[in-house]
């Protein structure tokens, strides 16, 4: 089963800041099956890249996604509160689908 | 498209608990509809799939038989029930689409049900 592991656990940054997340797993993931997941305070998951670097429906540009094999990236530019919130990754390895841990996103 | 789950439940240990979710705005069988849970404080955890067109199901071997995901076409409604529940299973339930472009990315998600295990 692969484990995907996120860095950082916790990550505070300023507005209009750019911050970068990490996922790495623990064996070689196909980037088609790689997805980032933003989670508000007290809100469902909602998606925000698929195939590792395709921002879904609705999805501002200042959100980017990045890498391949064992390492991908999430990139938010010019930080804005509504920011704040816990990302996810998730990938698929059939049957499997797995989330790693979460970053936190603060704004000071 | 809209996911809409059913109320809060509260459960002694031991009991089951079964869980709705309503799909609309969309059609219902072509996407199959995934359960994922989150415990307080805690972090996402896939629990399993089902596809609404044939049936089959896919569960997370951490909840084999344990875990039942059904559906119901005439309602365009899914289900989850757990059983033999335990403190632990105290959690947020979502359920969630899987979305069209391939990726098993899951596009739209219920609002979440809080099924809470207490004695």
């Known amino acids: 089963e692969i484990v995907l592991t996120q860095s950082p656990g916790t990550l505070s940054l300023s507005p209009g800041d750019r911050a970068t997340l990490s996922c790495r797993a623990s064996?070689?993931?196909?980037?088609?099956?790689l997805d980032w997941y933003q989670q508000r305070p007290g809100q469902a998951p909602r998606l925000l890249i698929y195939?590792?670097?395709t921002r879904a429906t609705g999805v501002p540009d200042r959100f980017s996604g990045s890498g391949s094999g064992t390492d991908f990236t999430l990139t938010i530019s010019n930080l804005e509160p509504e920011d704040v919130a816990v990302y996810y990754c998730?990938?698929?390895?059939?049957?499997?689908?797995?989330f790693g841990p979460g970053t936190k996103l603060e704004i000071k | 498209v809209q996911l809409v789950q059913s109320g809060a439940e509260v459960k002694k240990p031991g009991a089951s608990v079964k869980v709705s979710c309503k799909a609309s705005?969309?059609?219902?069988?072509?996407?199959?509809v995934h359960w994922v849970r989150q415990a307080p404080g805690q972090g996402l955890e896939w629990m399993g799939w089902?596809?609404?067109?044939?049936?089959?199901?896919n569960y997370a071997r951490k909840f084999q038989g344990r875990v039942t995901m059904t559906r119901d076409t005439s309602i365009s409604t899914a289900y989850m029930e757990l059983s033999r529940l335990t403190s632990d299973d105290t959690a947020v339930y979502y359920c969630?689409?899987?979305?069209?472009?391939?990726?098993?990315?899951?596009?739209?998600w219920g609002q979440g049900t809080l099924v809470t295990v207490s004695s």
């Open positions: 969630a689409r899987e979305g069209p472009n391939g990726s098993c990315e899951f596009d739209f």
């Open positions: 705005e969309y059609t219902f069988i072509d996407y199959y």
């Open positions: 089902n596809n609404p067109n044939t049936g089959a199901t």
């Open positions: 064996q070689s993931v196909s980037g088609k099956y």
């Open positions: 195939g590792a670097s």
């Open positions: 998730q990938q698929y390895d059939s049957p499997l689908y797995t």
